[in-house]
């Protein structure tokens, strides 16, 4: 049987489910819309005050840059996963991706331990460094070497409706350079629009009416300071998951950002308001500094308060403090509700005492120079309600990577992705 699938979104789980089914699809075709454009530009050293794009495709502007490497990390974690595949599905495509997509890019594989003197960790599973470079080249080379026909590769095109119609679903997209529109129809969509993406998500789900679940939002800041305080525990857990829970409310260390050439914060634009992101750097560029968030859980309705705050205190741009502002009446102490500042500060103290016990050096020696970025929000995609192998509630309709709400990083994405595709292929 003849299939034709629209697969909207070329990041992480856009691209694994494109080459799954250009390497096997038999009869039928596979397009892949995305509203960037191919870039191989080199990022700035001060991505903060940057306004070049360093994307090379869209959909892998907020997690893979040229020059830098990317953590990988492997089963258990991204553990949410196992709501819709099983653990032997996840290890399979696992070890799929690491052959067919990933190839010789991913090295230095290293194990997370669950314990750092005294932090305990959510540890226990592999991390890779993915060479972006070489990872992005030859996946531009993957998808011209697909059997001809198989693949299409639609860039700078945005997907303005899709509409039901009986068994199929018509896609209507436009090219910005022309102001163009065409309707085009297809038996399967993949959604993988990342963050940037979500607010159009939302209106898709809204009017093809995909049930949804509960959002889990999580607000907070990024902290950086010297990359020399944070290189021997990112030597014993790349990661560097912590979780607390202070008061009722959930608050957690995340995207750990400290290597050998440390780490940079970089802003990305979120539904018109600026938030954060960090990467680590190659050894080369020697960034002096590393970087982590620190996140609290909070409902919609109080995200949304902290964001109208944000908005009215820094007109929705970061802002950055030291740390005597940040205990002080500085302003992101005015954007925060009490209980997520003062979550914030726990785990901020707990962790520098732990990061100061395994680096020999004084807890205070870490918080005077710490800096505090913020505001920085997660989990502000759609969640939605997902079958097996990441069905919506719409048959025929796939929501991956960000668009599922699911599990967060490149791996993840990825098996979502390849597992989307599968499903499709054994229809």
Known sequence: ???????????????????????????????????GVRRQNVPSTCCLSCARDCRLLVG?????????????????????????????????????????????????????????????????????LLDSKAFLDNLWELLNGLPNGNLQLRLNTEICQIVKSG???????????????????????????????????????????????????????????????????????PDLKLRECVKGRRFKTF???????????????????????GHIASAHCGFRTGNFSILGSVLVSEKEEILKRYDEFSNGCIVKEDLDSFLGDGVLRRIFSSDIWSGIVFLLRKAAAGFAEVGGYQVDEFLNQAEIFGVEQQNFFCPVQ???????????????????GLSQGINQAAISGWAAAEDILER
């Open 1 to 35: 049987m003849s299939k034709k699938v629209a697969i909207i979104g070329a990041g992480p789980s856009g691209l694994s489910a494109a080459v799954s089914l250009g390497k096997k699809l038999q009869s039928g075709s596979v397009v892949l819309f995305d509203k």
């Open 60 to 128: 892998f502007g907020g997690c893979v840059f040229p020059m830098f490497p990317q953590k990988v990390s492997f089963f258990p974690a991204g553990k949410r996963l196992l709501k819709v595949l099983t653990k032997v599905q996840v290890e399979r495509i696992e070890a799929k991706l690491s052959e067919e997509f990933y190839g010789d890019s991913l090295s230095e594989v290293s194990y997370c331990q669950d314990r750092i003197g005294s932090l305990e960790l959510s540890g226990g599973y592999r991390i890779g």
């Open 255 to 277: 995207c750990f950002c400290a290597s050998d050439g440390g780490g940079i914060v970089q802003k990305v634009l979120i539904d018109g308001m600026q938030s954060l992101d």
């Open 167 to 237: 068994e199929r679903f018509l896609l209507t997209a436009r090219c910005p350079e022309t102001n163009s529109h065409y309707t085009e129809d297809f038996d399967y969509i993949i959604c993988g629009s990342g963050r940037g993406g979500m607010t159009w998500w939302n209106g898709i789900m809204q009017s093809l009416c995909i049930a949804r679940g509960c959002a889990y939002p999580f607000v907070g800041v990024r902290v950086q300071v010297p990359n020399v305080l944070l290189k021997v525990p990112a030597g014993m857990h």
């Open 386 to 404: 997902l079958g097996s192998r990441f069905r919506t509630s719409v048959d025929g309709v796939y929501a991956v990577g960000d668009a599922a």
